[in-house]
C-alpha cells in the first residue's frame, strides 16, 4: 500500500507564507501525477495545483501568481509553496498521487492538512 503524510499547515495572516509537504511511502513502483487539493465546508473539494511526472504544472485561476507546485522524485515528495495568502485560502488542503503499485496504476490521497488564513 502508499501511504501520502502531510505536513506544513497552519494559522498564519493575509499576505503570509506557507510550504505544504506531501511525502509519499510504501510499495511504490512509479509516480505518475502529483497535486494538491483543497476542500472547505460545503464546498466540494478543488484542484490548487498539479504537475507531471514530467514536470509540467498546472494551476488555479484563484492561486496563479501566489502558489508554486514541485516535486522531489528522489524522496516521493510534493511541495506547495504558497506566498501572498488570503482569508479565501482557507481550507483543507490534500496531496494526491497517481501511482502504479505491483503493476497497477491508482490514486492516493493524503489525511489533508489545515491552512487558515486570518488576521
Known amino acids: 500500500q502508499v501511504q501520502l503524510v502531510e505536513s506544513g499547515g497552519g494559522l498564519v495572516q493575509p499576505g503570509e507564507s506557507l510550504r505544504l509537504s506531501c511525502a509519499a511511502s510504501?510499495?511504490?513502483?512509479?509516480?505518475?501525477?502529483m497535486g494538491w487539493y483543497r476542500q472547505v465546508p460545503g464546498k466540494q473539494r478543488e484542484s490548487v495545483a498539479t504537475i507531471t511526472s514530467g514536470n509540467s504544472t498546472n494551476y488555479a485561476d484563484s492561486v496563479k501568481g501566489r502558489f508554486t507546485i514541485s516535486r522531489d522524485n528522489a524522496k516521493n515528495t510534493v511541495y506547495l509553496q504558497m506566498n501572498s495568502l488570503k482569508p479565501e485560502d482557507t481550507a483543507v488542503y490534500y496531496c494526491r498521487y497517481s501511482c502504479a503499485v505491483f503493476g497497477i496504476r491508482r490514486l492516493y490521497w493524503g489525511q489533508g492538512t489545515q491552512v487558515t488564513v486570518s488576521s
Open positions: 510504501g510499495s511504490i513502483e512509479t509516480i505518475y501525477n
